[in-house]
Protein backbone atom coordinates (compact mmCIF):
# COMPACT_ATOMS: atom_id res chain seq x y z
CA UNK A 1 0.00 0.00 0.00
CA UNK A 2 2.56 2.16 0.68
CA UNK A 3 4.78 1.91 -2.32
CA UNK A 4 4.51 4.77 -4.76
CA UNK A 5 5.43 4.77 -8.29
CA UNK A 6 7.01 7.64 -9.68
CA UNK A 7 7.84 7.46 -14.02
CA UNK A 8 10.43 10.06 -14.57
CA UNK A 9 11.91 11.39 -17.67
CA UNK A 10 15.44 13.22 -17.64
CA UNK A 11 16.28 15.57 -20.35
CA UNK A 12 19.66 17.69 -20.47
CA UNK A 13 19.44 21.25 -20.47
CA UNK A 14 23.08 22.69 -22.23
CA UNK A 15 26.26 21.36 -19.95
CA UNK A 16 24.96 22.15 -16.95
CA UNK A 17 21.61 21.76 -15.85
CA UNK A 18 19.47 18.22 -15.98
CA UNK A 19 15.69 18.88 -15.56
CA UNK A 20 13.71 15.77 -14.23
CA UNK A 21 10.03 15.40 -14.41
CA UNK A 22 8.68 13.06 -12.33
CA UNK A 23 5.20 11.79 -12.25
CA UNK A 24 3.29 9.72 -9.86
CA UNK A 25 1.70 6.93 -11.14
CA UNK A 26 0.67 5.32 -8.18
CA UNK A 27 -3.05 5.92 -9.03
CA UNK A 28 -2.65 3.91 -12.35
CA UNK A 29 -1.09 0.97 -10.80
CA UNK A 30 -3.28 0.63 -8.41
CA UNK A 31 -6.31 0.95 -11.43
CA UNK A 32 -4.33 -1.78 -13.17
CA UNK A 33 -4.29 -4.35 -10.23
CA UNK A 34 -7.75 -3.52 -9.44
CA UNK A 35 -8.36 -4.50 -13.05
CA UNK A 36 -6.24 -7.79 -13.31
CA UNK A 37 -8.36 -8.94 -9.96
CA UNK A 38 -11.80 -8.03 -11.73
CA UNK A 39 -10.86 -10.00 -14.70
CA UNK A 40 -8.92 -13.20 -12.59
CA UNK A 41 -12.55 -13.22 -10.87
CA UNK A 42 -14.52 -12.81 -13.64
CA UNK A 43 -12.45 -15.95 -15.65
CA UNK A 44 -12.79 -17.97 -12.32
CA UNK A 45 -16.81 -17.19 -12.04
CA UNK A 46 -17.48 -18.23 -15.63
CA UNK A 47 -15.79 -21.16 -15.77
CA UNK A 48 -17.97 -23.08 -12.83
CA UNK A 49 -21.13 -22.53 -14.98
CA UNK A 50 -19.68 -23.09 -18.54
CA UNK A 51 -17.69 -26.41 -17.41
CA UNK A 52 -21.35 -27.37 -15.92
CA UNK A 53 -22.93 -26.40 -19.46
CA UNK A 54 -20.37 -28.40 -21.45
CA UNK A 55 -20.55 -31.82 -19.26
CA UNK A 56 -24.05 -31.46 -19.38
CA UNK A 57 -24.54 -31.38 -23.15
CA UNK A 58 -22.00 -34.89 -23.03
CA UNK A 59 -24.01 -36.11 -19.89
CA UNK A 60 -27.05 -35.41 -22.76
CA UNK A 61 -26.20 -37.08 -25.97
CA UNK A 62 -25.53 -40.23 -23.87
CA UNK A 63 -28.95 -40.17 -22.03
CA UNK A 64 -30.86 -39.85 -25.62
CA UNK A 65 -32.39 -43.32 -24.71
CA UNK A 66 -33.75 -42.37 -21.17
CA UNK A 67 -36.52 -39.39 -21.68
CA UNK A 68 -36.59 -38.92 -17.90
CA UNK A 69 -32.96 -38.23 -17.83
CA UNK A 70 -33.13 -36.03 -20.77
CA UNK A 71 -35.57 -34.32 -19.33
CA UNK A 72 -33.46 -33.80 -16.01
CA UNK A 73 -30.07 -32.92 -18.00
CA UNK A 74 -31.85 -29.97 -20.15
CA UNK A 75 -33.40 -28.37 -16.93
CA UNK A 76 -30.07 -28.62 -15.53
CA UNK A 77 -28.87 -26.95 -19.03
CA UNK A 78 -31.16 -24.19 -19.23
CA UNK A 79 -31.11 -23.63 -15.75
CA UNK A 80 -26.96 -22.86 -15.35
CA UNK A 81 -27.09 -21.00 -19.01
CA UNK A 82 -29.66 -18.78 -17.42
CA UNK A 83 -26.79 -18.38 -14.75
CA UNK A 84 -24.04 -17.76 -17.63
CA UNK A 85 -26.35 -15.20 -19.34
CA UNK A 86 -27.04 -13.44 -15.60
CA UNK A 87 -23.40 -13.32 -14.66
CA UNK A 88 -22.65 -11.79 -17.66
CA UNK A 89 -24.99 -9.07 -17.76
CA UNK A 90 -24.09 -8.11 -14.43
CA UNK A 91 -20.37 -7.96 -15.54
CA UNK A 92 -21.43 -6.06 -18.43
CA UNK A 93 -23.41 -3.30 -16.01
CA UNK A 94 -20.76 -3.70 -13.00
CA UNK A 95 -17.95 -2.50 -15.85
CA UNK A 96 -20.47 0.01 -16.92
CA UNK A 97 -20.82 1.71 -14.13
CA UNK A 98 -17.26 1.76 -12.73
CA UNK A 99 -16.05 3.53 -15.85
CA UNK A 100 -18.64 6.13 -15.56
CA UNK A 101 -17.78 8.00 -11.96
CA UNK A 102 -21.15 10.13 -12.67
CA UNK A 103 -24.13 10.07 -14.58
CA UNK A 104 -24.08 11.63 -17.88
CA UNK A 105 -27.38 12.93 -18.33
CA UNK A 106 -29.25 13.11 -15.12
CA UNK A 107 -33.24 13.14 -15.18
CA UNK A 108 -35.81 14.11 -12.87
CA UNK A 109 -36.91 10.22 -11.37
CA UNK A 110 -39.85 9.79 -9.42
CA UNK A 111 -38.77 7.29 -6.57
CA UNK A 112 -42.47 6.00 -6.31
CA UNK A 113 -42.07 5.04 -9.89
CA UNK A 114 -38.65 3.18 -9.35
CA UNK A 115 -40.36 1.04 -6.58
CA UNK A 116 -43.23 -0.17 -8.74
CA UNK A 117 -41.04 -1.23 -11.10
CA UNK A 118 -38.20 -2.79 -9.20
CA UNK A 119 -41.44 -4.66 -7.28
CA UNK A 120 -43.35 -5.58 -10.74
CA UNK A 121 -39.70 -7.30 -11.40
CA UNK A 122 -39.99 -9.08 -8.72
CA UNK A 123 -43.48 -10.20 -8.26
CA UNK A 124 -43.34 -13.76 -10.03
CA UNK A 125 -40.34 -14.95 -7.57
CA UNK A 126 -41.90 -13.76 -4.54
CA UNK A 127 -45.14 -15.66 -5.12
CA UNK A 128 -43.37 -19.02 -6.66
CA UNK A 129 -41.67 -18.65 -3.17
CA UNK A 130 -44.59 -17.16 -0.75
CA UNK A 131 -42.78 -13.84 -0.04
CA UNK A 132 -45.59 -11.15 0.12
CA UNK A 133 -43.55 -7.90 -0.98
CA UNK A 134 -45.41 -4.76 1.24
CA UNK A 135 -44.10 -1.13 0.36
CA UNK A 136 -45.47 1.60 1.61
CA UNK A 137 -43.49 5.15 3.67
CA UNK A 138 -43.65 8.64 1.82
CA UNK A 139 -44.85 9.15 -1.52
CA UNK A 140 -43.53 11.98 -4.04
CA UNK A 141 -39.82 12.18 -3.62
CA UNK A 142 -37.75 12.27 -6.61
CA UNK A 143 -34.28 12.33 -6.98
CA UNK A 144 -31.96 13.36 -9.67
CA UNK A 145 -29.95 10.27 -11.70
CA UNK A 146 -30.82 7.35 -14.18
CA UNK A 147 -33.74 5.46 -13.39
CA UNK A 148 -33.43 2.28 -15.01
CA UNK A 149 -30.00 2.00 -12.98
CA UNK A 150 -31.83 2.95 -9.71
CA UNK A 151 -34.73 -0.37 -10.99
CA UNK A 152 -31.70 -2.42 -11.15
CA UNK A 153 -30.26 -1.12 -7.52
CA UNK A 154 -33.75 -2.17 -6.21
CA UNK A 155 -34.33 -4.92 -7.60
CA UNK A 156 -31.32 -6.26 -6.55
CA UNK A 157 -32.08 -5.63 -3.20
CA UNK A 158 -35.61 -7.22 -3.23
CA UNK A 159 -34.18 -10.44 -5.15
CA UNK A 160 -31.31 -10.74 -2.09
CA UNK A 161 -34.48 -9.62 0.19
CA UNK A 162 -36.46 -12.60 -1.37
CA UNK A 163 -33.74 -15.28 -1.92
CA UNK A 164 -32.41 -15.13 1.83
CA UNK A 165 -35.85 -15.09 3.32
CA UNK A 166 -35.38 -17.91 5.74
CA UNK A 167 -39.70 -18.66 6.22
CA UNK A 168 -42.21 -19.41 4.00
CA UNK A 169 -44.56 -17.53 3.75
CA UNK A 170 -42.16 -14.49 4.48
CA UNK A 171 -42.83 -10.76 4.52
CA UNK A 172 -40.18 -8.17 2.36
CA UNK A 173 -40.97 -4.40 3.29
CA UNK A 174 -39.77 -1.88 0.68
CA UNK A 175 -39.81 1.74 2.75
CA UNK A 176 -39.21 4.97 1.19
CA UNK A 177 -38.63 8.15 3.61
CA UNK A 178 -37.85 11.30 2.95
CA UNK A 179 -36.28 14.39 5.09
CA UNK A 180 -33.40 17.11 5.39
CA UNK A 181 -32.64 16.45 2.00
CA UNK A 182 -32.26 12.42 1.80
CA UNK A 183 -34.69 9.67 0.60
CA UNK A 184 -34.24 6.22 1.69
CA UNK A 185 -35.21 3.24 0.26
CA UNK A 186 -35.13 0.35 3.08
CA UNK A 187 -35.40 -2.88 1.85
CA UNK A 188 -36.19 -5.26 4.92
CA UNK A 189 -36.66 -8.78 5.03
CA UNK A 190 -36.79 -11.55 7.82
CA UNK A 191 -34.51 -13.98 6.27
CA UNK A 192 -30.76 -15.76 7.49
CA UNK A 193 -29.29 -12.26 8.45
CA UNK A 194 -25.58 -11.66 7.87
CA UNK A 195 -23.11 -12.58 10.12
CA UNK A 196 -21.40 -8.92 11.69
CA UNK A 197 -17.72 -9.85 10.95
CA UNK A 198 -19.04 -10.32 6.76
CA UNK A 199 -21.25 -6.87 6.74
CA UNK A 200 -18.56 -5.14 5.71
CA UNK A 201 -17.36 -7.36 3.02
CA UNK A 202 -20.97 -7.97 1.11
CA UNK A 203 -20.86 -5.10 -1.22
CA UNK A 204 -17.10 -6.27 -2.65
CA UNK A 205 -17.33 -7.86 -6.21
CA UNK A 206 -18.12 -11.65 -6.32
CA UNK A 207 -18.51 -11.85 -2.36
CA UNK A 208 -20.99 -14.68 -1.45
CA UNK A 209 -21.00 -15.57 1.92
CA UNK A 210 -22.05 -19.23 1.79
CA UNK A 211 -23.49 -20.22 -1.58
CA UNK A 212 -25.73 -23.29 0.25
CA UNK A 213 -27.52 -21.15 2.49
CA UNK A 214 -29.29 -19.52 -0.62
CA UNK A 215 -32.48 -20.79 -1.67
CA UNK A 216 -31.34 -21.30 -5.15
CA UNK A 217 -27.10 -21.07 -5.47
CA UNK A 218 -27.61 -18.96 -8.94
CA UNK A 219 -26.06 -15.63 -7.22
CA UNK A 220 -23.12 -14.37 -9.09
CA UNK A 221 -21.92 -12.17 -5.47
CA UNK A 222 -22.30 -8.86 -7.87
CA UNK A 223 -25.30 -7.68 -7.31
CA UNK A 224 -24.43 -5.35 -4.08
CA UNK A 225 -21.26 -4.57 -5.65
CA UNK A 226 -24.01 -2.87 -8.34
CA UNK A 227 -26.00 -1.45 -5.91
CA UNK A 228 -23.02 -0.02 -4.33
CA UNK A 229 -22.36 1.73 -7.52
CA UNK A 230 -24.83 2.49 -8.41
CA UNK A 231 -25.60 4.28 -5.02
CA UNK A 232 -22.12 6.41 -5.28
CA UNK A 233 -23.21 7.27 -9.00
CA UNK A 234 -26.16 8.98 -7.94
CA UNK A 235 -23.86 10.53 -4.99
CA UNK A 236 -25.87 8.17 -2.43
CA UNK A 237 -24.51 5.39 -0.32
CA UNK A 238 -26.04 2.12 1.01
CA UNK A 239 -25.61 0.71 4.28
CA UNK A 240 -26.87 -2.25 5.51
CA UNK A 241 -28.03 -3.71 9.17
CA UNK A 242 -28.52 -7.07 10.09
CA UNK A 243 -28.99 -9.60 12.57
CA UNK A 244 -28.27 -13.38 12.04
CA UNK A 245 -30.99 -15.48 12.27
CA UNK A 246 -33.49 -12.18 12.21
CA UNK A 247 -33.23 -10.46 9.34
CA UNK A 248 -32.06 -8.02 7.09
CA UNK A 249 -32.45 -3.91 6.13
CA UNK A 250 -30.34 -2.57 3.30
CA UNK A 251 -30.85 1.03 2.47
CA UNK A 252 -30.28 3.27 -0.32
CA UNK A 253 -29.88 7.24 0.80
CA UNK A 254 -29.69 9.24 -2.16
CA UNK A 255 -30.00 13.00 -2.36
CA UNK A 256 -33.01 14.55 -2.61
CA UNK A 257 -33.51 16.35 -6.20
CA UNK A 258 -34.39 20.07 -5.25
CA UNK A 259 -35.62 22.93 -7.22
CA UNK A 260 -32.04 24.25 -7.66
CA UNK A 261 -30.91 21.51 -9.81
CA UNK A 262 -33.80 21.89 -11.73
CA UNK A 263 -31.85 23.98 -14.26
CA UNK A 264 -28.28 21.81 -14.59
CA UNK A 265 -31.09 18.15 -14.90
CA UNK A 266 -33.01 19.45 -17.95
CA UNK A 267 -29.85 21.18 -20.14
CA UNK A 268 -28.04 18.09 -19.70
P1 LIG B 1 -25.49 -12.94 -4.69
O1 LIG B 1 -25.66 -13.01 -6.17
O2 LIG B 1 -24.65 -14.04 -4.14
O3 LIG B 1 -26.78 -12.77 -3.96
P2 LIG B 1 -24.88 -10.25 -3.78
O4 LIG B 1 -23.74 -9.34 -4.11
O5 LIG B 1 -26.24 -9.77 -4.09
O6 LIG B 1 -24.59 -11.63 -4.49
O7 LIG B 1 -24.79 -10.60 -2.25
C1 LIG B 1 -23.54 -11.00 -1.68
C2 LIG B 1 -23.77 -11.93 -0.51
O8 LIG B 1 -24.37 -11.21 0.57
C3 LIG B 1 -24.74 -13.05 -0.82
O9 LIG B 1 -24.10 -14.18 -1.36
C4 LIG B 1 -25.32 -13.37 0.55
O10 LIG B 1 -24.46 -14.26 1.23
C5 LIG B 1 -25.30 -12.03 1.27
N1 LIG B 1 -26.62 -11.37 1.24
C6 LIG B 1 -27.06 -10.43 0.37
N2 LIG B 1 -28.32 -10.01 0.65
C7 LIG B 1 -28.69 -10.71 1.75
C8 LIG B 1 -29.88 -10.73 2.56
N3 LIG B 1 -30.94 -9.94 2.29
N4 LIG B 1 -29.90 -11.58 3.62
C9 LIG B 1 -28.83 -12.35 3.92
N5 LIG B 1 -27.68 -12.38 3.20
C10 LIG B 1 -27.61 -11.57 2.14
Redesign the pocket.
Known amino acids: DANLYLFVRVARLGARYILLLAEDRTEAYRLDDVRRDFVANISHELKTPIGAVSLLAEALSFAADDPDQVRKFAKRLSKESERLARITQ?IIELSRLQAADALAKPELVSIDHVVSLAIDQNHVVADANSVALVSGGDHGATVYGDESLLVVALH??I???I???SSSPARVGIGVSNSGGIVEIA?T?Q????PEE?LDR??E???????A??RNT??????????KHVAHNHGGDVR?W?QLGS??T?TIRLPEATTAEAGTGEEK
Do not use: T
Not at 191 to 194: L, Y
Not at 205 to 211: A, L, N, Q, Y
Open positions: ENLANAQYSVDGVGIDVFRFFRIDPRSGGSGLGLSIVVSGSF
